[in-house]
């Protein structure tokens, strides 16, 4: 198993528990699930059963990567989340600068893209921190999908560190 730690928080933020794909190089994607909650046990839907499930009007239901993870909504707008991943991005550039030059040209490539990608979708997204709520930490971005069940989180790569257990 591996878990996602944000590399300066050291907040954990992710895990291959969930199903996790790259977008390029300089984004990663999780797809979490909306899940009940039952007396505190939480089913993550990492291995979900067959058929549909029923949605329960007395159940509570929850984001199983937000609740895995004790992540924290944030509100800013889009100019704000720009200004937030600019000094992000910058961290990360001059840790790759120092640690792994090699990789800063693709980075700058591939962030861009990644940044335009995640600007294009922000209005009908949501932004979440790491449970430090640390101000500098990296923004994650949760999209919902049109099922209402699924969401889509995204996670700037090089700002994790990756933990095998």
């Known amino acids: ?24 190089s300089a984004l990663m994607r999780a797809t979490g699930r909306i899940i009940e909650e039952n007396d505190g046990e939480i089913d993550i839907g990492a291995n979900p059963g067959e058929g549909e499930a029923e949605w329960k009007s007395d159940a509570t239901y929850v984001n199983s990567i937000i609740k895995s993870f004790n992540l924290e909504k944030t509100e800013m707008t889009k100019q704000q989340f720009l200004g937030t991943v600019k000094k992000y991005l910058g961290k990360i550039k001059a840790y790759l600068t120092e640690n792994q030059p090699d990789r800063v040209e693709t980075f700058m490539k591939d962030s861009t893209e990644a940044i335009k990608f995640l600007v294009a979708k922000y209005n009908d997204c949501d932004v979440y921190v790491g449970e430090s709520m640390d101000p500098e930490s990296m923004p994650i971005i949760c999209e919902y999908s049109d099922d209402g069940k699924s969401t889509y989180f995204y996670y700037l790569f090089d700002g994790l560190n990756e933990i095998k257990m």
């Open 1 to 24: 198993m591996k878990i996602y730690k944000e590399r300066w928080t050291g907040d954990e933020i992710c895990s291959d528990a969930f199903e996790v794909e790259m977008h390029n």
